[in-house]
């Protein structure tokens, strides 16, 4: 079993973030945490916590569900059905899709609302498919979306539909009781005292995941071994040294967390620790930004400033300041012990995400608007195969010249792609171009995914973000049985709710529209290649 490490190759941070422990050891925060003393964080955040810690022994307790997944996974395939697909946002996706791109085994993720990415998952053999439909509350739009469309095909292919659907939800939820009544094939109900950010290890990520063929024991038993040392009160506990150095580093001004991976081993780390940190931290004007890169060398990463703290997921290499090192398991709580920590620091409740919910409220009223009620709003410039919203200028390179001007000193860029992540894939590339022609630290998140993760930072973290939004043309809509609007119409209604949240926390906000999704991005890339800031 490997054993979990944080490495500090910083001696004035190590020495700080040493002094900070001994006053987290003299507290028991480790202990504490281990026991589930919901009064670490305040009095404000007691009742929240009092329900949410559940995740710090679910080695334990999660270990009743090995063989329920290990025997409906066996039926399936008895069956012929061995092809996965998961329908998840945010906790209910991101750590089944680590876990498994890890293990080399392959899972279908649908995180989405572009109805491309939505009809590549419809179009794989649904003969030997199962949907994996998962929702903490049961009432998550998009998931319910890929529901009603994948219950649909199957019906329309001759196969009976609820044989093929197999649910993760809270007791009690909304699609629980659906469920029971549509005698769907298999429903797992999950803890309902672990916030979705922390539910790696409850059936959120275990089901998907083990379905899809990982070895979710040796998961638990990376976790059992990690618990060992992050439940005690020594000065070595690798989860009060991490939560510690970042809560010195966030006092330091270092507001951002920019992660790497070097050769861990780990797949994709960084796309779930970054929902894990952001909606934990980020709120009240405060928190950690984690932003994802795509390497050691990468913008960013190599060129952290002293508004970011680069992060190694590995031994620490190059830039950065810490490395964190060990198993899949082991590594999913030393970070949870860690975010905890660094919550207590930074004086919030690591539990809550009081800011998530605004930009699905401003999505559903535009969605309940009458059709073609917004059809108005014109665009400030067309360019070529990009429509220009929010800011004017002669020419895209103006605009974005403009646009990255707007954004303050230690600010950041926040790129949002509302596209399919599979076929506008290159779409990814503009984290890192303008990275490097900025200086300044960017982000990138495929939306709507990244609303049920970075979503809660931008708009309760530190308020120096500028967000550029990237929607696409539809050449092919999919309709959402059941309801009034299709994939498409959800998508652009869940841009433009966020886009006006956003807004009205006085953010800059540019939307460029893509009318021809490839011809699009190439132009926008070259845009961006001729912008930079003094």
Same mark, same amino acid.
């Given at each position: 079993?490997?054993?979990?490490?944080?490495?500090?190759?910083?001696?004035?941070?190590?020495?700080?973030?040493?002094?900070?422990?001994?006053?987290?050891?003299?507290?028991?925060?480790?202990?504490?945490?281990?026991?589930?003393?919901?009064?670490?964080?305040?009095?404000?955040?007691?009742?929240?916590?009092?329900?949410?810690?559940?995740?710090?022994?679910?080695?334990?307790?999660?270990?009743?569900?090995?063989?329920?997944?290990?025997?409906?996974?066996?039926?399936?395939?008895?069956?012929?059905?061995?092809?996965?697909?998961?329908?998840?946002?945010?906790?209910?996706?991101?750590?089944?899709?680590?876990?498994? %791109?890890? $293990?080399?085994?392959? @899972?279908? &993720?649908?995180?989405?609302?572009? !109805? =491309?990415? *939505?009809?590549? #998952?419809?179009? +794989?053999?649904?003969?030997?498919?199962?949907?994996?439909?998962?929702?903490?509350?049961?009432?998550?739009?998009?998931?319910?979306?890929?529901?009603?469309?994948?219950?649909?095909?199957?019906?329309?292919?001759?196969?009976?539909?609820?044989?093929?659907?197999?649910?993760?939800?809270?007791?009690?939820?909304?699609?629980?009781?659906?469920?029971?009544?549509?005698?769907?094939?298999?429903?797992?109900?999950?803890?309902?005292?672990?916030?979705?950010?922390?539910?790696?290890?409850?059936?959120?990520?275990?089901?998907?995941?083990?379905?899809?063929?990982?070895?979710?024991?040796?998961?638990?038993?990376?976790? %059992?071994? $990690?618990?060992?040392? @992050?439940? &005690?009160?020594?000065?070595?506990? !690798? =989860?009060? *040294?991490?939560? #510690?150095?970042? +809560?010195?580093?966030?006092?330091?001004?270092?507001?951002?967390?920019?992660?790497?991976?070097?050769?861990?081993?780990?797949?994709?780390?960084?796309?779930?620790?970054?929902?894990?940190?952001?909606?934990?931290?980020?709120?009240?004007?405060?928190?950690?930004?984690?932003?994802?890169?795509?390497?050691?060398?990468?913008?960013?990463?190599?060129?952290?400033?002293?508004?970011?703290?680069?992060?190694?997921?590995?031994?620490?290499?190059?830039?950065?300041?810490?490395?964190?090192?060990?198993?899949?398991?082991?590594?999913?709580?030393?970070?949870?012990?860690?975010?905890?920590?660094?919550?207590?620091?930074?004086?919030?409740?690591?539990?809550?995400?009081?800011?998530?919910?605004?930009?699905?409220?401003?999505?559903?009223?535009?969605?309940?608007?009458?059709?073609?009620?917004?059809?108005?709003?014109?665009?400030?410039?067309?360019?070529?195969?990009?429509?220009?919203?929010?800011?004017?200028?002669?020419?895209?390179?103006?605009?974005?010249?403009?646009?990255?001007?707007?954004?303050?000193?230690?600010?950041?860029?926040?790129?949002?792609?509302?596209?399919?992540?599979?076929?506008?894939?290159?779409?990814?590339?503009?984290?890192?171009?303008?990275?490097?022609?900025?200086?300044?630290?960017?982000?990138?998140?495929?939306?709507?995914?990244?609303?049920?993760?970075?979503?809660?930072?931008?708009?309760?973290?530190?308020?120096?973000?500028?967000?550029?939004?990237?929607?696409?043309?539809?050449?092919?809509?999919?309709?959402?049985?059941?309801?009034?609007?299709?994939?498409?119409?959800?998508?652009?209604?869940?841009?433009?709710?966020?886009?006006?949240?956003?807004?009205?926390?006085?953010?800059?906000?540019?939307?460029?529209?893509?009318?021809?999704?490839?011809?699009?991005?190439?132009?926008?890339?070259?845009?961006?290649?001729?912008?930079?800031?003094?």
């Amino acid at each position: 079993m490997i054993e979990i490490s944080v490495d500090i190759v910083d001696e004035k941070l190590s020495s700080e973030a040493a002094a900070l422990v001994e006053t987290l050891v003299h507290d028991q925060v480790a202990s504490k945490i281990t026991a589930q003393d919901a009064t670490l964080w305040g009095a404000d955040a007691e009742s929240e916590a009092a329900i949410r810690l559940g995740w710090v022994n679910l080695h334990e307790t999660s270990r009743p569900l090995l063989a329920e997944i290990d025997a409906l996974r066996a039926d399936l395939h008895a069956e012929g059905v061995d092809r996965v697909v998961l329908a998840g946002m945010g906790g209910s996706s991101l750590a089944p899709e680590v876990i498994t %791109a890890t $293990a080399g085994v392959p @899972l279908v &993720v649908l995180d989405t609302t572009d !109805p =491309g990415q *939505v009809a590549d #998952a419809l179009a +794989g053999d649904l003969s030997r498919t199962v949907i994996v439909v998962s929702s903490k509350s049961g009432g998550t739009v998009e998931t319910d979306s890929h529901r009603r469309i994948f219950e649909k095909a199957f019906s329309a292919n001759g196969i009976d539909a609820a044989s093929r659907i197999v649910v993760v939800t809270d007791p009690g939820s909304p699609l629980q009781q659906l469920a029971e009544e549509a005698g769907y094939r298999k429903v797992f109900l999950a803890d309902p005292h672990i916030g979705g950010r922390y539910s790696a290890l409850t059936a959120f990520g275990l089901v998907p995941s083990g379905l899809a063929g990982a070895d979710i024991a040796t998961l638990l038993d990376e976790a %059992a071994a $990690a618990s060992s040392l @992050l439940s &005690v009160d020594e000065p070595g506990n !690798p =989860g009060l *040294v991490l939560g #510690a150095a970042l +809560g010195v580093r966030h006092s330091e001004g270092a507001e951002k967390v920019v992660f790497a991976d070097n050769d861990s081993g780990i797949k994709g780390f960084p796309d779930w620790v970054e929902q894990l940190i952001a909606e934990s931290t980020g709120k009240h004007g405060t928190g950690l930004l984690p932003v994802a890169t795509e390497g050691v060398d990468a913008p960013g990463f190599a060129n952290a400033g002293q508004d970011a703290t680069a992060t190694a997921v590995g031994a620490p290499t190059g830039a950065a300041l810490i490395g964190t090192s060990g198993s899949l398991g082991g590594l999913l709580l030393l970070w949870e012990y860690a975010t905890a920590v660094a919550g207590r620091l930074l004086g919030i409740n690591p539990f809550d995400q009081p800011d998530v919910e605004a930009a699905k409220k401003a999505a559903r009223a535009l969605l309940d608007k009458p059709p073609g009620s917004d059809a108005g709003a014109a665009p400030s410039l067309v360019d070529g195969p990009v429509e220009v919203y929010g800011i004017g200028g002669g020419s895209l390179t103006e605009v974005l010249r403009s646009f990255v001007d707007s954004v303050p000193e230690f600010g950041y860029i926040s790129v949002q792609a509302y596209l399919d992540r599979l076929d506008d894939a290159s779409a990814a590339v503009l984290r890192p171009e303008l990275a490097r022609r900025t200086g300044l630290q960017t982000t990138f998140g495929w939306g709507p995914r990244f609303l049920h993760s970075t979503g809660q930072y931008h708009k309760g973290g530190h308020q120096n973000g500028a967000f550029l939004q990237i929607t696409g043309a539809v050449e092919d809509d999919l309709e959402v049985p059941g309801r009034p609007y299709t994939l498409g119409v959800l998508q652009h209604a869940q841009a433009l709710g966020d886009g006006q949240v956003l807004a009205e926390h006085g953010r800059p906000v540019l939307r460029l529209h893509l009318t021809d999704r490839a011809a699009g991005l190439a132009h926008l890339v070259k845009a961006v290649q001729e912008v930079e800031r003094p």
